[in-house]
Structure formats: structure tokens, C-alpha cells
């Protein structure tokens, strides 16, 4: 009977094992997980809760004329070149736009949107950039000064990186001024100075949102695990027509890039550190 009992109850104990080296972070990183790009030979994203593919277009203009893929001479996928794997390397400034559809990979709410957005660069921005601004990733229906959050290197060296978060376009700016000079701009970013990027050296980006549209939001900038600032009392409303949404990756990028992740909420500090320090990358979690 003994025996018998032990050979019954073994599976469940053999699956105890296999879980005990997973702590509790990696497993909130699982549930919570909803893309993930590997940039491994391919633009499919490796898991999807939305639509897999990515896409081309010839311009910010033409979006409804895109084709699925990554069909820009300027840009492919380096075998080895990642962190983990391959890389998507960013040879030049290009008008084509690369992007995933952000129904269902990104966790919005009209009312209420919270979320991780996760990726790794490699570059030196005051050598490989070339002039203007730089948006590596850039989430948004509309504009990019439009119900949008993003990441961005500045036009000027030494540039700086800076996490904008901007509501609905005619709540914070119904005149349409310009960014330049204007203070309710500035108030929408969070700037990092001299960020540490090297050409050769892998640096984590990510960004934390919880309770956008909810008249309380807020957001925060990590890099390498560290947190650089934050904004609070977000109280822009964010509207987004969701099937016109999209992931934008890589514009006016030069450099190499790996690892987009997108998490339905506003990871802890435990979490972002199991994150950053995953031995094996997001494929992992998988």
C-alpha cells in the first residue's frame, strides 16, 4: 500500500521540484507577461496575446499600406549579436516605420491602464545616432504627443533620454504649441542626463505606468534595474481608437536592440529586478 501510494503521488511531487528553483517574481513575470519579441532570425513575436506579426510601412503616413514582416533594407536581424541570440540592429535613419499592432499586446483601459514595457539598446548615442530626435520605442494610436508614452534620445549631444507620458493631445495642449519652450511639455517627461549607454555594453530600458486615464497616474524610468524618476498625479486623459494603436520600434534608431517585453501591470521593485537579472532573458519565462 505504501508503495502504491508513493508511485501515485509521485508526479506531483516530481512537480514540486521542477517549480522550487522558479521564485515568486518569475512567476508573476509569466502570469503578467502578454508580448514578447526575441528578435531571434525573425519580427514574429515569440508570444503574443494580440496579433504575432510585425510590420512595414514606407512612412508614418502611409501605416494603412503596410506589409507583414520586416522588409527594410536598412535594418536586420544580426545572428549573435543580442544579449540573448540574435539582435535587431538599426543600420541607419530610415523613413520606413516598423511596428506591432497594440490591441491585446498592450493591456489598455481607457479608465484605468497600468503596464511594464521592457527592452535592451546598445549603441553610443553621441556617435551612432544621426541628427534629430530618436524615439527607440514609441506606443500610441495617434501622435507622439497624443495619448502616447515613449522613449526617446535627445537632438543635441550629449543626448539624454527621456520617458515622455502624454495624455489626450486637446487635454494638455488644446492650442497645439509646439515642444519647444513649452512647460507643459517638460512636465510630461522624465529625463535621464548622460545616460550610460557604450557602444559594445547592453543597457535595460524600462518604463512602469499604473492608472493612466484614471486622473491619478503615474509612471517611472528604470535603467539597469535602477529607477531614474518618476511622475506623479498623471491627470490627462488617454483615448485611444485601439485597433488604429501600434508598437513602434526603432525610429530614426541607429544601434542594436533586443528583448521587447510588454507586462499587463505596473511590475514591483522585486519583479523589475527579477526581470533585469534574468539569467537566460524573457525566453525563459516562457
Not at 124 to 149: F, R
Not at 232 to 250: A, H, M, R, Y
Request: hydrophobic share 35%.
Amino acid at each position: 500500500m505504501k508503495a502504491s501510494k508513493l508511485i501515485l503521488f509521485s508526479p506531483f511531487i516530481i512537480l514540486l521540484a521542477c517549480n522550487s528553483g522558479e521564485s515568486t517574481e518569475q512567476n508573476e513575470l509569466k502570469t503578467a507577461l502578454i508580448f514578447f519579441s526575441s528578435f531571434d532570425g525573425i519580427g514574429t513575436a515569440d508570444y503574443a496575446k494580440g496579433d504575432e506579426n510585425m510590420y512595414t510601412a514606407s512612412s508614418r503616413q502611409d501605416l494603412d499600406q503596410s506589409t507583414i514582416g520586416m522588409n527594410s533594407p536598412d535594418h536586420a536581424f544580426e545572428k549573435g549579436q543580442g544579449l540573448f541570440g540574435d539582435a535587431f540592429k538599426f543600420t541607419k535613419k530610415s523613413k520606413q516605420v516598423i511596428f506591432y499592432k497594440s490591441k491585446d499586446n498592450v493591456a489598455y483601459d481607457s479608465k484605468n491602464w497600468s503596464g511594464t514595457v521592457s527592452f535592451w539598446m546598445n549603441l553610443d548615442p553621441s556617435t551612432d545616432l544621426e541628427p534629430g530626435y530618436t524615439d527607440p520605442l514609441q506606443i500610441t494610436d495617434e501622435d507622439y504627443n497624443d495619448a502616447a508614452i515613449w522613449i526617446d534620445f535627445t537632438d543635441k549631444n550629449p543626448r539624454d533620454l527621456r520617458l515622455g507620458t502624454f495624455g489626450d493631445l486637446t487635454s494638455w495642449n488644446p492650442d497645439n504649441m509646439g515642444s519647444d519652450g513649452n512647460p507643459e511639455f517638460e512636465r510630461r517627461l522624465i529625463r535621464a542626463e548622460n545616460p550610460p549607454f557604450k557602444k559594445g555594453e547592453w543597457t535595460h530600458i524600462a518604463f512602469i505606468y499604473s492608472g493612466l486615464g484614471s486622473g491619478n497616474g503615474q509612471t517611472n524610468l528604470y535603467l539597469n534595474g535602477k529607477k531614474i524618476g518618476g511622475l506623479t498625479n498623471i491627470k490627462d486623459p488617454f483615448t485611444w481608437e485601439l485597433d488604429q494603436s501600434k508598437i513602434f520600434v526603432g525610429l530614426n534608431f541607429v544601434g542594436l536592440m533586443d528583448e521587447i517585453s510588454i507586462y499587463n501591470k505596473a511590475l514591483n521593485e522585486k519583479e523589475l529586478t527579477t526581470l533585469y537579472q534574468l539569467k537566460d532573458g524573457v525566453r525563459s519565462l516562457l
